[in-house]
């Protein structure tokens, strides 16, 4: 799992995520992201949430040191992920590139989610975003970009090209109004491509297996007379996202397969039932298909995270109720 | 619950449909639908599915003297419904209508799933689905279209005046690469829209609560950037498609709606779970968003259908095991 996280407030750092982790059989990438560049200096972020610059890429250096764990297997890993080009300034961007080639991580921002981001930095740069990107030195296999919805067909020849990556969160871009992703030209040019599921504010379910079917879905309007053209993505393509192409971005070639030598990360679901009823000839498909409700059994590195559908290492119930405690408290 | 079928292979009928829901407290439309137009005649269907077109219309005037109930609160009726324009005489089509306005029954048939759909109307018929169907007496409140995908803005408008309805089905649209039906424009002109889940053939899952989920993902891509073009449609807005416009396209006042006079329909999900923490300030918008992954309850004029999860007067575990079974035959 990777998270992108850039807010920060009351204190809070990627020390809590990790310490989150702890105790859970969970193989976690956290970021450390920022923002810096507050309204009144024409950024996104209300000015209350941005940090210093140098507190950001001290703070990063510090992250990576105390949590990177970079050889085969690893369990614990952390990237260098400024929010996007709204909300930081080009100096940070070029900075963090700098720090993450220096230390061996990798990076990640958000990129083209918006047409409004495609008018900021030709208005702001003079550059369309990949480009921007690229002038600062965004782009590599060391990249991934999150969303890319707002990319021309050169900028997608230009990312493959470079080697840079795309995060495809299909239910956040319909559920934002923010476009489609041009994931067909992606994988024709060879472009890396993973899936997420967002965030709780773009998407408010966190399903995977559930995002593959809809990355299917959306991406078979998206070649649908009216929309778009090209060949319909199959189900072995869309889970290869979830799976090989997750893998990819995040630069790791020691998971994402059932292969000799890759770790052995694993789910199951159980096909007896009646959602599945009437599929078994192709649990491949049924899997993706069939809107699974959940993950009945996952294993981490052969160890097990999921049994029974509950992950294993959490009060669940009362991590329910004090969530929903926090978040009544949060909207009144 | 409404359901088309139009193959009736093996001497299968509308009688079976009827057995299928005996003992069941489900309210259950079904469909005469039909195909005549075989290969052989420039239609879509092989010649070995289609009937003859007298028997169809014999068979249609049995099923609803035998089945359909038009009085208040009823739970068993039907409806007169040839496939699709491509699948039918035209004859056909005029003479259902006929039918089905002596019988004061329904209508129901595909219009504009398909672009393909569009072009063989205008070259067979030198007009478009729309103005094809009105011309053959298939406008008015006691029709509705399945899909209604590829239509124009003015025969939008032609469907609001003659208050002829439409059943959307977002994942079957995108599963299929059918297109972006105008729903934003159908709600301007007035034209009334239900929802729906299609077929086995078109949507692996018949899981409506999921569609309502659906309907808002799509129809919020749908006014994105690059795409179209419009308000962003709401959890409300998307719920009442499910729930008032499938009453309003089956041409019922009495169901449909949580008020006086109106049927006891009501379901009910259980909120306190993992995918819907942090979610309870707006438990509407929770059951609409959070990918609610069953109806823990339902209840169909005050009795109940659906109780934790499963439902009622059901063998469950032996219709999957059938049902596998034969369609494991059917594959192999």
């Known amino acids: 799992m990777f998270d992108h996280q850039y807010l920060w407030p009351n204190g809070s750092s990627i020390d809590d995520q990790f310490e989150g982790a702890e105790g859970l059989n969970i193989r976690f990438s956290a970021s450390r992201g920022s923002m810096s560049l507050g309204e009144s200096q024409g950024g996104l972020p209300p000015d209350t949430v941005v940090e210093d610059e140098d507190a950001i890429l001290d703070s990063s250096r510090g992250a990576v040191g105390r949590f990177h764990d970079g050889s085969p297997g690893s369990m614990r890993s952390v990237v260098i992920a400024p929010c996007s080009p709204f909300s930081v300034t080009p100096e940070l961007m070029r900075e963090s590139a700098a720090l993450a080639r220096e230390l061996g991580v990798g990076l990640h921002t958000h990129v083209a989610e918006t047409a409004d981001e495609e008018d900021y930095c030709l208005e702001n740069f003079g550059a369309r975003p990949v480009e921007f990107m690229e ?41 934002l109004a923010s476009g489609l992703a041009p994931i067909r030209r992606f994988l024709e040019a060879g472009v890396r491509v993973g899936l997420g599921v967002d965030g709780s504010a773009s998407n408010d379910s966190a399903d995977m297996i559930g995002e593959v079917r809809q990355a299917l879905l959306l991406n078979r309007l998206a070649v649908s007379p009216g929309v778009g053209d090209g060949e319909m993505i199959t189900a072995r393509q869309t889970l290869e996202l ?82 929903n405690l926090l978040s009544l408290r949060l909207v009144s």
């Open 242 to 323: 979830a799976t090989v192409g997750g893998a990819s971005v995040l630069g790791r070639s020691d998971i994402g397969r059932l292969s000799p030598g890759y770790a052995a990360d694993l789910i199951a679901i159980d096909l007896d039932r009646v959602e599945f009823s009437g599929s078994l000839h192709d649990p491949v498909a049924a899997a993706v298909l069939c809107a699974p409700q959940r993950v009945d059994f996952s294993w981490v590195g052969g160890k097990p995270l999921v049994a029974d559908g509950e992950v294993l290492g959490v009060d669940h119930r009362r991590l329910v109720e004090q969530h």
């Open 135 to 175: 002038s600062l030195g965004w782009a590599g296999p060391d990249v991934w970009y999150a969303h890319a919805v707002h990319v021309a067909a050169d900028e997608v020849e230009r990312m493959g090209a470079s080697g840079t990556g795309v995060a495809h969160c299909p239910t956040s871009n319909m559920r």
